[in-house]
């Protein structure tokens, strides 16, 4: 027997757990009111109420513990069914209540009494749990994915492997030149375009920029002479379709460069081999920051990126000087394996871009040979390997861009299938509108193509959805598999050279694949030692070169999958004031977006 003095509005005894008599009505409609606790996705507790009513009462065991209060007996159980209708029961303030069915009693005759009552409880009521309210709610799984046929199809014949080649390294070093070069020597630019590059190049007194404009296409990348965007180019070597990625080197369009390269499977950092210049790439101007050489390096390694090809360029500026390449290769060399970079993973290229020397043929100058009797440029490309491509899941595609098709004018996403396959006809599911639509037509290169797998580079049109609802950061997905689109998130994260802390409310720009959103630091949880394991305080701050397991939270909702789950997804990097402070990857969802 309770003891305890309740309101009589209680249900049951916030001290004891146990149920009021008066809860209990023989032959009337039973109302629980129940004053609860629960808990917001904010954090905040508010009282609220829970009202809870029952259908079909039992007669037979309402006077079995309507007896027992007259007489003095030991109390029975009161019995409920799972079918009975219930408001918000989760929001009870009980600790797993469990009111199980009792055998011992039935009296046919209050039942029939009772059967035409339309709010009454039932007479095989089994069992009722009655448990706290929580914030993360209990989706049900899905269904554990299978691929159809038409999506694991074996590499048609005749049709070579793409390999997505991202090409970085500090400002002016000659990556959008080499791009540029190579296009031309494998036939990819037009002799009329060249010429016309050419012209234009000379009369605004840059004529050294011809094999730049291949790829710095815009009005403002030429009068700056810098590359300002992610230019995409495509070129075919006897082994790979390769699709360029030529990233912008000055600090001020890093975040183009994340949003862009991304996409890589494999990288050439370009480092111009010039005295002067190659220190400013790896120690900034005046050797007081991180060179853009170092950042570009630290970056394509946290995109998941092991195979790299190092293009010491402009080797003609140096008379071809087999020293200076040498003491390159000794204090890049040092940095990149600091950067876990394996050394068998490294492949170092000496060349001239603008010479035309070692870049698809072995070099031609007396200088140059002399020395030097390795692997030219497009030989290097060839000699690196593909990723395993992941046909088997559920079909992810991040969007990187929303571009208008050349052949048909229609908005298309542009993107990297990270996961899965599409073909014409497809439903997809874009995120973060959260519609349905269907594929209209898929094209790779410019060209046409009905079915794409991951690893490709397509542009998708879509129908049945507006076209301002397709936007840089979304996410093509399939309907049954959605992504999580979330902004409270934990990760695990390497702090880089920092001139100041990391405290909690630090703001940062967080990016994560094609996503750019204001964030702050709210929790640092753990610092992680040599082996990952953590810390038993939270420390205070993070400083350079420390690893922590910190949370944050965005301004608004992302696209985001745990890094186990999906790579891709998964992996994030934090900037502040135009530099980048920490790379890591998404371990914990902490708060699910609500829709």
């Given at each position: ?39 917001n996705?904010d ?13 079909k ?13 007259s ?12 079918n ?5 029961t ?32 039932s ?52 990556k ?23 012209k234009e ?43 360029l ?48 050489t ?36 000794v204090?890049l060399?040092?940095?990149?394996r ?15 871009a ?10 031609s100058?007396?200088r140059?040979?002399s ?13 690196l390997?593909?990723?395993s ?22 908005l ?8 899965g ?15 349905v639509?269907?594929v ?29 609802r ?103 990097f ?22």
């Amino acid at each position: 027997m309770c003891t305890f003095d309740n309101h009589e509005t209680m249900v049951y005894c916030e001290m004891c757990g146990v149920f009021r008599e008066s809860f209990v009505k023989s032959g009337k409609d039973v109302s629980i009111k129940a004053k609860t606790s629960t808990t917001n996705f904010d954090g905040d507790s508010e009282r609220k109420y829970a009202s809870t009513s029952h259908d079909k009462v039992n007669s037979t065991q309402l006077a079995s513990v309507g007896s027992s209060s007259s007489t003095g007996k030991k109390k029975q159980p009161v019995i409920f069914d799972n079918n009975v209708p219930i408001e918000r029961t989760t929001q009870l303030n009980a600790d797993h209540f469990q009111l199980k069915e009792d055998q011992g009693s039935s009296r046919a005759s209050s039942s029939a009494q009772n059967k035409g009552s339309m709010e009454t409880l039932s007479s095989d009521i089994s069992q009722l749990s009655i448990e706290r309210n929580n914030v993360n709610v209990a989706q049900p799984l899905p269904e554990e994915y299978k691929p159809e046929g038409w999506m694991l199809a074996d590499q048609e014949s005749g049709v070579l492997s793409q390999l997505n080649l991202a090409i970085v390294g500090h400002v002016d070093s000659g990556k959008s030149t080499l791009s540029g070069r190579l296009l031309h020597l494998l036939g990819k630019i037009s002799k009329r375009d060249m010429h016309k590059n050419e012209k234009e190049a000379k009369e605004k007194g840059k004529g050294s920029f011809a094999y730049a404009w291949a790829m710095d296409e815009s009005t403002e990348e030429r009068a700056r002479g810098i590359t300002m965007t992610v230019a995409v180019a495509y070129l075919e070597t006897k082994k790979y379709r390769v699709v360029l990625l030529d990233s912008p080197g000055h600090k001020d369009f890093v975040p183009n460069l994340i949003s862009g390269a991304t996409q890589a499977d494999a990288a050439i950092l370009v480092v111009d081999a010039s005295t002067g210049s190659f220190e400013s790439g790896m120690d900034g101007e005046g050797g007081k920051s991180v060179g853009q050489t170092k950042e570009h390096a630290q970056l394509i390694r946290s995109f998941g990126v092991e195979q790299l090809i190092v293009a010491v360029n402009k080797m003609d500026a140096i008379g071809y000087s087999k020293d200076r390449l040498e003491f390159i290769k000794v204090r890049l060399g040092s940095f990149l394996r600091s950067c876990n970079f394996r050394d068998s993973a490294v492949t170092w290229i000496p060349l001239s871009a603008v010479e035309n020397q070692n870049l698809i043929k072995s070099p031609s100058d007396a200088r140059f040979t002399s020395w030097y009797q390795g692997s030219c440029l497009l030989d290097a490309i060839d000699s690196l390997q593909l990723p395993s491509r992941d046909v088997s899941k559920p079909l992810i595609l991040p969007i990187c861009d929303v571009i208008k098709s050349q052949s048909t004018g229609q908005l298309a996403a542009f993107g990297k299938l990270e996961t899965g396959a599409i073909r014409n006809g497809s439903k997809v599911l874009v995120l973060p509108c959260e519609e349905v639509a269907t594929v209209k037509t898929i094209e790779r290169d410019s060209s046409s193509c009905s079915i794409a797998r991951a690893g490709d580079n397509v542009a998708v049109i879509l129908q049945g959805i507006d076209g301002s609802r397709i936007i840089p950061g979304g996410i093509l997905c399939h309907p049954g598999f959605p992504v999580p689109v979330a902004n409270y998130l934990e990760l695990k994260i390497r702090v880089l050279d920092i001139a100041i802390p990391i405290l909690i409310g630090y703001q940062v720009e967080f990016h994560i694949h094609h996503v750019k959103e204001a964030a702050r630091v709210t929790k640092i949880v753990a610092l992680l030692d040599k082996t990952g394991k953590p810390s038993k305080t939270a420390p205070r701050f993070l400083k350079s070169k420390q690893n922590a397991v910190v949370q944050v939270t965005l301004d608004q909702a992302v696209c985001v999958e745990e890094f186990s789950k999906c790579r891709a997804l998964g992996r994030a990097f934090l900037r502040s004031s135009g530099s980048t402070i920490a790379v890591g990857i998404v371990t914990k969802i902490m708060r699910q977006d609500q829709h």
